[in-house]
Structures are given as C-alpha cells and as structure tokens.
C-alpha cells in the first residue's frame, strides 16, 4: 500500500520545539519533492514548507521563515519538520504529501495534531 503516514505531533508550550516526521512505505520517497502542509480550524489548508528530491531545495511559508528547518533522510524513507520557536498560531493539523502545492496533492493522510498552549 502506498501512503504516506505523519506523526511527532502534540501538545506544546509556546516556545517549545516539535519534530514532525513523513515516513512513507509501499514507494520511494527519494524520487519527489515532499511538502509540509497545514490545516488550522476554520482555516484552508495552506503550504508550510517543501523539499526537492535531492535536499537542494527547500522552500518556507513566510510565517515559518527562520523557525522550521525541513530535511530529509533518504535512506529511512522520511522527511522531517524540525518546528522551533512555537507559537498558538502554529496549531493545526499537519500533513504531508509528495508536491509542493495543496492543489497538487490528490489525497491525504490523517495528518499529526499540533497544538501550541501554555
């Protein structure tokens, strides 16, 4: 089977840290660009951050600038979200995806639960 599961997501005091992981199984993550994505109540799913295939590449949401670091291990078959810095506003569903774009993507995982509280 071909998907891509998330998880490394929780409960967080404003300031703390997360690391969100992407593992894939039933293809090769090596092969594509993997997005990060987010999904706030009440809000449209939105791009937070993307990877190329090769790790040269990457590409931020201005809200996340300087604060996320996404990076990818290959030969585990992952991509992480390193998430720093938290803020509230950060609370959302997390998923991710091969493409870079929401409109891109054809289906979705379950996603991971952020939330950002103190």
């Known amino acids: 089977q071909v998907q891509l599961v998330e998880s490394g997501g929780g409960l967080v005091q404003p300031g703390g840290s997360l690391r969100l992981s992407c593992s894939a199984s039933?293809?090769?993550?090596?092969?594509?660009?993997i997005g990060w994505f987010r999904q706030a109540p009440g809000k449209e799913r939105e791009a937070v951050s993307c990877?190329?295939?090769?790790?040269?590449?990457?590409n931020y949401a201005d809200s996340v600038k300087g604060r996320f670091t996404i990076s990818r291990d290959n030969g585990k078959n992952t991509v992480y979200l390193q998430m720093n810095s938290l803020k509230p506003e950060d609370t959302a569903i997390y998923y991710c995806?091969?493409?870079?774009?929401?409109?891109?993507?054809?289906?979705w995982g379950q996603g991971t639960q952020v939330t950002v509280s103190s």
């Open positions: 990877i190329s295939s090769s790790a040269g590449s990457t």
């Open positions: 995806a091969t493409g870079c774009q929401v409109r891109s993507v054809g289906s």
């Open positions: 039933g293809f090769f993550l090596r092969y594509y660009y």
